[in-house]
């Protein structure tokens, strides 16, 4: 199971693009990158997922560079909002996934 | 997206009493659920791992006994904590996965407080 690390957390201003980075050097060839994102007594919430170069949906970009021991999730203009815990994970569906520490980013107005 | 509904979202119950919590896919057949406890502050931990029509599997350290695992069909998995205590008060959250996706898509979780 591959292990990852973050930043444990991250501040933000209102309308600026935040990157959070992690770090996964034993990723395995069939490993896919999902990021998370948990609120408060919530489930975490799927953000985004990649496999190899990048990634962009309505929400968030995912950059991951060719040797796939990292990837950067990029949040554009976060808002008051985004405050949350931002989880890494690889692997595949169907295998268990062990959570990290997560980042916890905090938007100031 | 796919939906995960788990319910009760909040239980409060006495000390030595059994709680059941439901994990459903509601739009997918979910192959395998998974289930996680997490403590305030702290991050998910995983619980166990089950598969429709079999025996969970537990992580190291959780008790088969006290955690019941039932996961009847594909849609459906249950968590039932046994004789529960106030050490089991937790945040507990399910995740399911189905055949057409590679992601897991979680529940709201469900907040037990035992008294």
């Known amino acids: 199971l591959a292990k990852t690390t973050q930043p444990i957390s991250m501040d933000s201003y209102e309308g600026q693009e935040v990157n959070i980075t992690c770090s996964h050097n034993?990723?395995?060839?069939?490993?896919?990158i999902t990021w998370y994102q948990q609120f408060p007594s919530q489930g975490p919430r799927f953000i985004i997922q990649g496999y190899k170069t990048k990634v962009t949906n309505e929400v968030a970009s995912l950059f991951i560079p060719a040797d796939r021991k990292s990837s950067t999730l990029s949040l554009p203009r976060v808002s008051l909002s985004d405050t949350a815990v931002y989880y890494c994970?690889?692997?595949?569906?169907?295998?268990?996934?062990?959570f990290g520490t997560g980042t916890r980013l905090q938007v100031f107005p | 997206g796919a939906v995960v509904s788990q319910h009760p979202s909040r239980v409060i119950c006495k000390s030595g009493t059994s709680v059941k919590i439901e994990c459903r896919s509601l739009d997918f057949q979910a192959t395998t659920m998974f289930w996680y406890r997490q403590f305030p502050k702290q991050s998910l931990m995983l619980m166990a791992t089950?598969?429709?029509?079999?025996?969970?599997?537990?992580e190291q350290g959780v008790e088969k006994d006290k955690f019941l695992i039932n996961h009847a069909s594909l849609t459906l998995s249950t968590l039932t904590v046994t004789s529960a205590h106030p050490e089991d008060s937790s945040f507990y959250i399910c995740s399911a996965s189905g055949t057409t996706k590679n992601i897991q898509y979680f529940g709201a979780g469900t907040r037990l407080s035992v008294l």
């Open positions: 034993n990723i395995a060839t069939n490993d896919y």
């Open positions: 089950s598969n429709e029509g079999s025996k969970a599997t537990y």
């Open positions: 994970l690889v692997g595949v569906n169907t295998d268990k996934l062990i």
